[in-house]
């Protein structure tokens, strides 16, 4: 049964939080798929490493129910022996700890002008976690990459209907990336077994790229002569402005920065209330493909800029780094902003550019804010 597009008319909170204009509202298919698949409450961005139960989520189908006794992981296709092997024997390998910040391509989809229908991404499908495993290199290695391989194509064990069509999750990764890269096979979230919702028992991590690439419930990794083309690779995750339209594969994540809103929220609006005085603004910036070397705060809608204090990059360089502000607040209304700049010389858009999935939208943060004097 379809469920009835009830329309949800709640464009004032969006305009309070976040100064954008929901026009149509969301139906109750989106709002569906948004209770199955939460984001990071921002003030979670003051943890390095985020909780495991506040790392966004991003689940196409079910969570697949995996007996870790009979599971194993199967290595075929283009190499030259195939490899089958257990969860003990993947645990037993090399293993390496990597902190990654991971971003859903479709974040901050529901700023996007006209409306995409999809999961409705506000900003916050982010999180950064310590991913425990082995190196993929080492296991293609010994399964032994045959000539004319050029792409890994990861199966999860989820299964759905997408576009009409019935698939398992899989996406392929150019092997370049995955010899050059850090990519791992993961069995441990944040020094625990990975839990249900993350994968368990194994699951891809590629760092930088957006999320979609990082296969979870990982069945099994198959080498091809050819990017695969199935639905998430030929359809979804493509920037494209035209259905009929090849367009160009996300792969790395973008830079963004967000910042903890300051002060108390409204309940239902979550418009902010900072008392007056110093306020130290402070957040994250991330980006996959280049370093963050700068984030800029205005407090006018972005008419003016001032340069943030960064952190340390003691996380590593696929993890974020911290930043923060020294703001005097004075009473008054006030629309706060951050934006990064990266290595690559780039700075982060003030306004979203539409394409039909609505991915890759690292336009600027707004919080709306009030100073108030007196409670
Ligand atoms: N098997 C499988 N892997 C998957 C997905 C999925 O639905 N099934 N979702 C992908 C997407 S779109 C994202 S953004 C990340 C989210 O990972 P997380 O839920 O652990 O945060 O997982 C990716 N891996
Ligand atoms: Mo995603």
Known sequence: MRVPPL????????????CQQVSEGISLEELQLAARNHALPLEALRWDITPVGLHYLLTHYDIPDVDPVAWRLEIDGL????????????????????????????????????????????????????????????????????????????????RGVEGGEEQDYARSVPLTELLQGDAILAYEVNGIPLPPQHGYPLRLIVPGWYGMTSVKWLARITLLDAPHDGYQMRHSYRLRQEEDETGDPLARIQLR???IPPGIPEYMTR??????GACELEGRAWAGD???????????????????????????????????????AEPGEYELCCRARDSEGRRQPLE?????????????????ATVVSEP
Request: hydrophobic share 45%.
């Open 271 to 276: 418009a902010r209330t900072v008392r007056a």
């Open 79 to 158: 190499v030259q022996s195939p490899l089958s092997a257990s969860l003990a024997e993947i645990r037993a390998r090399p293993a390496v700890e990597v902190a990654v910040t991971m971003e859903c391509a479709g974040n901050g989809r529901i700023h996007i002008e006209p409306r995409v229908v999809s999961q409705p991404w506000l900003l916050e499908a982010v999180g950064t976690a310590r991913w425990r495993g082995t190196p993929v290199t080492g296991l293609l290695e010994d399964a032994g990459v045959a000539d004319g391989a050029t792409d890994a194509l990861f199966t999860g064990l989820d």
């Open 290 to 328: 280049a370093e963050i070397v700068g984030v800029d705060v205005s407090a006018d809608g972005g008419e003016s800029w001032a340069a943030a204090k960064l952190g340390d990059d003691s996380l590593g360089r696929w993890a974020w780094r911290s930043w923060r502000f020294a703001w005097s």
């Open 257 to 259: 920065s967000l910042m």
């Open 352 to 368: 979203p550019t539409w394409n039909l999935g609505g991915y890759g939208n690292n336009a600027v943060q707004r919080i709306r």
């Open 7 to 18: 329309v949800i008319r709640h464009a004032p909170v969006l305009n309070l939080h976040y």
